[in-house]
C-alpha cells in the first residue's frame, strides 16, 4: 500500500488537537475553492482555534483510589490526567465535533486517559470500572463522526477514555490461509507498513485511514474505499478478540460455520457497547502487484448510477469505484486540484447558491481503481472498460485516477482550511438497493438543500456513489455552506431532515459511519423495536453495570 | 436450474414417511457396492421398515380447547392430530432418525400439526403458544440431520408441529436490485421454478435441497453444492420476516449498514429457537446460461487440497468445486453408477476395512462446475483448467462432470437403500482455516475409523472438500459401516469422537448443517461461555416463555 495522504508525506503525525492532521500538512483554503464559493454566496470569515490553553474542561472527577488503581494495573505513566489528554480525547472528528473544540469548549472531555499495554490489562480495567461504576469510552482514532466517543455521563460516575494505542502489534501470521492478527490500536498506515513486511496488504482504507485503528474499523463496520475489491471491514474480519466486563470472548474458528448465529456479526458494529475489541483476525491478501486508477466521465448521474449496476450486478466491480455526481464534478472534490497546476473543475460557475451544477452539462466524474495481480488487473480493467464505454462514459486524460487517488485522503484537510475560513462542511451516507437509490438520492438531496437553503445558508450538496454492491450501493453526500450563527444547530436540523428522508425512501441510516449518539433517533425505523430490545439485552448480559460507552449505540 | 434429482424424475414427490423421496424414486443397492461392501467385511441384512399402523406414537396431549383455538387461526383443515401427519412430522433425517422411524419408533411425534396460511396467522399461533405454554417446533422441509425438530419436551407441555408449506409465495421481484421475496415453506425445487418464470435463480442447491424450504436454509445456515459460486445461503440473505412470540421483526434496508450489528446474522443460524422465518428477501441472478461441470484426477488428497486454495486464494473459484479423498473416490460416491454402465469406481478392493483405499494409487476425483454467463463460464473454466493442469491434475472423460451432477442428489437415496441392507451410512462436516484443513481432516477420520473400528463395525470413512473460501473450506465426511448391535449407540460414540477431534483441531463443529441438539456438547467451545450467555438473553427477549424450539441451539 503506498501511502499517499498529507501527513505521510511530512514526517510527524501527531495531529492537531483541534482538526484533521498534523499542522505541517495544512494549507490554506486554495484560491480557486475560495472563488468558487464566493460566487455562490458562501461568505468566508476567518476563525482561528483557540489557543489550547484557553480550551474550557471541566475539572477532572476521577477519585485519587481509582486513579491508583487503575495505574497499579497499567502502570502510572499510562493514566493521563492533564488537560491536554483529556482535551485529545474529547469528542471525535464530525464537523460540530471540531467547531465546539475549535471555540475552546471540551465540555465533553473524559476525566483521566488510560493506556492499557494488552487484552488482560483492558480485562482488568473493565473489571475494575465495573465495581467503582466509572465510565469507560473505548478509544481508538478518535475518528468518529457520529458522537460515537461522547457517552451519556451519568451524574458523579467519572468517565475514563480508554486508549488502545498500546494494543499495536501484528500478531501471527498465517500466510497459507491468509489471514494475520491486528492490535485493535493499530492505525490504518502502521497495519499496512507491518503486512507489507511480509508482502501483504489489507486493502482497507477509508478516509479516515490515517488515523483510525483496527479496532474502531471493526467497532463501527467501516467500508473502505476500495471496498468494491478487497470488501467491507466487516467482510475482512474472520476472527475476533474481545474483552468485556463479564470476561474474556473470542470467535472464529473458520470462515463460516452453521454452529447458530454468526455472532462475529453482533460485535461488529457494536460501538465498544458490549465490549472492547482488543485484536482482530483479519484476511489479508498479498501486496497489490498492479495499481491502476481511471478516470471518466459519463453524460450524467442517472447513467452512470445504471452503469455501475450493471458491472455490480454482473460480477465485474473494480476495486474501487466512485461516480461523483454533477455538483460534486463541478465542485472540484472529484478531481482534487493539483499542486501548482489549475483547479481540474472550477466549472462556469452559474450556480445558485442551491445547486452548483444548474444549467452545467459536463458530465459526471467516475473514478474506477483496480489492485492485484498484474494480468488479472488488467483483464478486469479493459471489460470495466468496455462495459462504460459501451455506455456512453468517455476515458479522462491518463492524470484522472492519478489525482483522484492522490488526493484520497485530501477532504478532511479540506475541511480544516474551510473551517479557517468560517465556512461549514459535513458528510453524511446512506446506502440502499438498486431500485431505491434514485430516489434516496434526490429525497435526502431536497432535505440537506431544503433545510439549509430554508436557513439561508447558501448550501452545495455534492453526493458520490461508492462501495458497490450487487444489489445496490452507497449515497455519500458532502454538503459545504455558510456557517450562520448557529452552525450546530442548523446542521442538526438538516441532518434530522436528511435522516428523516433517509427512512422514508427505504435506506439504511448509515452504511458506514454508525450510530453512535447521532443516529440513534433512526435506529428503531432501521432495526426495528425488537432489534433494539435485542441490543439491549445483550448489552446487560455483557456489561451490566452499564459502565461501556452508555448511551452509544444503545439507549 | 435444471432439476437432476430423482424426485424429479418420477412425478410425485411426496416422501416415503421413514426416508428420503418417492417410494418410486426407490431403488435397490446396486450389486457393485454391494459387492464391494462385502468384500471391507460390511455384512448386509435385509431390514424393511415396519407398515405405518405398526408405528408406536405417544397419546397426543393437545387440549380440545388449544385445538380449537388454533383451528379458529389458522381453519380446522389445518390443524392434524392424526397419526400419519404426526409421524411426517416426527423428528429429521438424520440417519439416527430413519433408524428409529423404520423400528416403529415414533416417540418423538408431536401432538399436533399446523399448517398457517401466513405471517399473520403465525404471529397469532406463537401468541396462544405462549399464552397455553405449548411448545411450537417450525417445520420446514423435516431435514434436519442435527436433532432440529427434536426439542426437548417439557412434562406436560402439548408440542405442535407448526408446518410454513403455505408459506410457498414468490412476492415481489426486483429485477433492479436483483432480489425477490421469497415464502419460507417454498422447497428447492419450487422456488427455483418460480424464480426461472422470471429468468431468474437462487442458485442454491444444496443435498437437501429436493425437499429443504427456503426457511430452513436461513434458519440453519445452509450452504449448497455451488456455494464456491452462488455463496451460502446467509450471503445470499438480504432480508428477513419474522414471527416471534413477541411480535414482528423485519430487517434488511440496504446490502450493507453501518447501523450496529447486522441483526439479520443473528436470526440465521436460529434454528427456530428466537421466531419464525416467515419470508427472506434474497438476492437472485439471472439463469445461467452456460453450465460446464468437469471431471479431474488429482494425484492425492493433499495435492488437490493445496491446488483448491490456490484457486480460492486467488479468487478463481469455480462455482461448483468439489475433491473426494482416495477413499471416497474408490468409494463411488465421487462418480456414481451410470445407468446401465459399469460402476465407474469399483477399484481393486484391497481395503481393510478401515481404508478403503489403502495401497490405491488412483489419485483423487475433483468436480469443477461453472454456471453463468457464456464467456465468462468458458474463460473461467479455462483458467481454472490453467491451474489444475499445471498442478498435476489430469483431465478425465467428458461425461466424468456431467457424471456427478446427475448423481448430485442420489446420497440419501442411496442410503435408504443401504439402510434396507442393514448398513449403516451417516454423514458430518466441519470447516477451517486453510492451515489447519489437513490436521483437521487426520484428526476426524481418525476418531470415527477409531471409535467405529474398536465396535467391530468395519467403517469406511470418506471425505470431500467442497465450500471453498479465500481462507479456508469445509470437509464433508460420509461414513458407511456395519449396524452391529447397536447403530445408534455406536454412531453416538463416533459423533462423539469426531466433535471432540474437530474441537481439539481448531475446526467448527458445523459448517452448515447447524446446531439442533446433537452439536450442543461443543458450542461452547465453538461460541464461548459468554456466547452461549448471549443466545440464552436474546431467547428470553424473543421468546420469553420459552415455547420455541425448547434446547434446540440454546440449552
Redesign the interface.
Given at each position: 500500500m503506498t501511502s499517499t495522504g498529507q501527513a505521510r508525506r511530512t514526517g510527524s503525525t501527531e495531529p492537531v488537537w483541534w482538526g484533521w492532521g498534523p499542522a505541517s500538512a495544512h494549507e490554506p483554503l486554495p484560491d480557486e475553492v475560495r472563488g468558487l464559493l464566493a460566487r455562490l454566496g458562501i461568505p468566508a470569515r476567518p476563525t482561528a482555534p483557540v489557543p489550547l490553553d484557553q480550551v474550557r474542561l471541566p475539572p477532572a472527577r476521577l477519585p485519587v483510589v481509582a486513579r491508583e488503581a487503575l495505574a497499579t494495573i497499567v502502570g502510572s505513566g499510562h493514566v493521563h490526567t492533564h488537560d491536554e489528554a483529556r482535551i485529545r480525547h474529547c469528542r471525535g472528528r464530525s464537523t460540530t465535533d471540531l467547531l465546539r473544540l475549535r471555540a475552546g469548549d471540551a465540555g465533553a472531555a473524559p476525566d483521566a486517559v488510560v493506556l492499557p499495554a494488552d487484552h488482560d490489562e483492558v480485562l482488568a480495567v473493565l473489571r475494575l470500572a465495573s465495581r467503582e461504576r466509572i465510565v469507560v469510552v473505548p478509544f481508538g482514532g478518535g475518528t468518529s463522526v457520529v458522537g460515537g466517543l461522547e457517552p451519556a455521563r451519568p451524574a458523579e460516575r467519572p468517565v475514563v477514555a480508554l486508549d488502545l494505542a498500546r494494543l499495536d502489534a501484528l500478531g501471527r501470521v498465517?500466510r497459507?490461509?491468509?489471514?494475520a492478527e491486528l492490535g485493535a490500536g493499530l492505525r490504518g498506515p502502521r497495519a499496512e507498513a507491518l503486512l507489507a513486511e511480509h508482502g501483504l496488504s489489507l486493502g482497507h482504507v477509508p478516509q479516515s485511514w490515517e488515523y483510525a485503528t483496527i479496532g474502531g474499523f471493526a467497532a463501527?463496520?467501516?467500508?473502505g474505499q476500495a471496498s468494491a475489491g478487497y470488501g467491507?471491514f466487516?467482510e475482512l474480519v474472520?476472527g475476533l478478540r474481545v474483552a468485556?466486563p463479564?470476561?474474556?470472548?473470542?470467535?472464529g474458528?473458520?470462515?463460516?460455520?452453521?454452529?447458530?448465529?454468526?455472532?462475529r456479526?453482533?460485535?461488529?458494529?457494536?460501538?465498544g457497547a458490549f465490549g472492547v475489541i482488543t485484536q482482530v483476525v483479519a484476511?489479508v491478501r498479498p501486496l497489490p502487484a498492479r495499481r491502476i486508477f481511471e478516470g471518466w466521465s459519463v453524460p450524467d448521474f442517472a447513467t452512470g448510477t445504471r452503469l455501475l449496476?450493471t458491472l455490480a450486478?454482473?460480477?465485474l466491480r473494480p476495486t474501487v469505484c466512485r461516480l461523483s455526481d454533477e455538483t460534486e464534478t463541478v465542485g472540484g472534490l472529484a478531481r482534487p486540484p493539483r499542486p501548482g497546476g489549475p483547479a481540474a473543475a472550477t466549472g462556469s460557475g452559474s450556480g445558485t447558491g442551491t445547486d452548483l451544477a444548474d444549467g452545467l452539462t459536463g458530465g459526471c466524474h467516475l473514478v474506477t481503481g483496480y489492485e492485484g495481480?498484474a494480468p488479472?488487473v488488467e483483464r478486469r480493467a479493459a471489460e470495466v472498460a468496455g462495459v462504460l464505454l459501451a455506455g456512453g462514459a468517455r476515458r479522462l486524460d491518463a492524470a484522472a485516477g492519478p489525482d483522484w487517488e492522490r488526493g484520497r485522503f485530501r477532504a478532511p484537510y479540506l475541511r480544516d482550511a474551510l473551517l479557517d475560513q468560517g465556512i461549514f462542511a459535513e458528510t453524511l451516507e446512506?446506502?440502499?438497493?438498486?431500485?431505491?437509490l434514485p430516489a434516496l438520492y434526490a429525497g435526502v438531496r431536497a432535505a440537506l438543500i431544503g433545510s439549509l437553503g430554508a436557513a439561508q445558508l447558501s448550501p452545495v450538496v455534492m453526493c458520490h456513489i461508492s462501495?458497490l454492491?450487487?444489489?445496490?450501493?452507497?449515497l455519500y453526500f458532502t454538503v459545504v455552506c455558510a456557517q450562520g450563527v448557529d452552525p450546530i444547530g442548523s446542521w442538526r436540523a438538516a441532518k434530522t431532515a436528511a435522516g428523516d428522508a433517509i427512512v422514508a425512501a427505504?435506506?439504511?441510516?448509515?452504511?458506514?459511519?454508525?450510530?453512535g449518539t447521532e443516529?440513534r433517533p433512526?435506529?428503531d425505523a432501521?432495526?426495528?423495536?425488537?432489534?433494539v430490545?435485542?441490543?439491549?439485552?445483550?448489552k446487560?448480559?455483557?456489561d451490566p453495570a452499564g459502565i461501556l460507552n452508555p448511551g452509544i449505540?444503545v439507549a
Open positions: 498465517d497459507e490461509s491468509g489471514t463501527t463496520r467501516s467500508s467491507r466487516d474472520v468485556t463479564v470476561g474474556s470472548w473470542e470467535l474458528r473458520a470462515p463460516a460455520s452453521a454452529a447458530g448465529p454468526d455472532l456479526e453482533l460485535l461488529l458494529g457494536s460501538e484476511r449496476r450486478a454482473g460480477d495481480a488479472a446512506t446506502a440502499g438497493f438498486w431500485a431505491t462501495h454492491y450487487a444489489t445496490g450501493a452507497s427505504g435506506g439504511t441510516i448509515t452504511h458506514h459511519h454508525a450510530v443516529h433512526w435506529l432501521e432495526i426495528g423495536g425488537l432489534g430490545d435485542v441490543l439491549r439485552a445483550v446487560r448480559t455483557l449505540l
